[in-house]
């Protein structure tokens, strides 16, 4: 699976842990910033790329990793057809997928041990859309997207 991956300055050491462990599984990961933990970066404009990149690649993913993974998950949801959802644990990591179809995992570092970040992800990657009663709701959250999207 090709995975955009993004953070801003105080999500980069997780990204670069959680990259290295994407491409052992066999993924392809594209990491579009920051470059650094030392500079400090807007990251909505991370959040931009990361969105924009799933959006042009159907079938893609993308993680966001910051602080409180709160910014990211605002930015990145502005992107039509982008489902970023910011999540703490392995539960959410499931529902988000199930429930949600989720194309973006936002995660904060201030929150979530290395461990868990880990196995949030994997979880996140392998989960699948359950559909059902929950493709009616993700057609109506589809609904409102394009109808404030014009």
Not at 118 to 127: A, H, N, S
């Given at each position: 699976?090709?995975?955009?991956?993004?953070?801003?300055?105080?999500?980069?050491?997780?990204?670069?842990?959680?990259?290295?462990?994407?491409?052992?599984?066999?993924?392809?990961?594209?990491?579009?910033?920051?470059?650094?933990?030392?500079?400090?970066?807007?990251?909505?404009?991370?959040?931009?790329k990361v969105a924009q990149a799933v959006v042009?690649?159907?079938?893609?993913?993308?993680?966001?990793?910051?602080?409180?993974?709160?910014?990211?998950?605002?930015?990145?949801?502005?992107?039509?057809?982008?489902?970023?959802?910011?999540?703490?644990?392995?539960e959410a990591a499931a529902l988000c997928r199930?429930?949600?179809?989720?194309?973006?995992?936002?995660?904060?570092?201030?929150?979530?041990?290395?461990?868990?970040?880990?196995?949030?992800?994997?979880?996140?990657?392998?989960?699948?859309?359950?559909?059902?009663?929950?493709?009616?709701?993700?057609?109506?959250?589809?609904?409102?997207?394009?109808?404030?999207?014009?």
């Amino acid at each position: 699976m090709k995975i955009f991956v993004g953070s801003d300055h105080r999500g980069f050491q997780l990204k670069k842990e959680v990259d290295g462990a994407l491409k052992e599984l066999g993924h392809e990961v594209i990491d579009l910033g920051a470059d650094n933990e030392t500079e400090p970066c807007d990251y909505p404009e991370i959040s931009l790329k990361v969105a924009q990149a799933v959006v042009k690649h159907p079938g893609s993913r993308g993680v966001l990793f910051c602080l409180s993974g709160i910014g990211h998950s605002i930015a990145a949801n502005k992107v039509p057809g982008v489902y970023a959802a910011l999540v703490y644990n392995r539960e959410a990591a499931a529902l988000c997928r199930q429930h949600n179809d989720s194309n973006v995992l936002v995660l904060g570092s201030k929150f979530i041990d290395q461990a868990s970040m880990l196995d949030i992800v994997k979880i996140w990657l392998t989960t699948e859309f359950e559909g059902g009663r929950h493709l009616r709701r993700k057609e109506q959250i589809q609904s409102i997207e394009r109808e404030y999207s014009k």
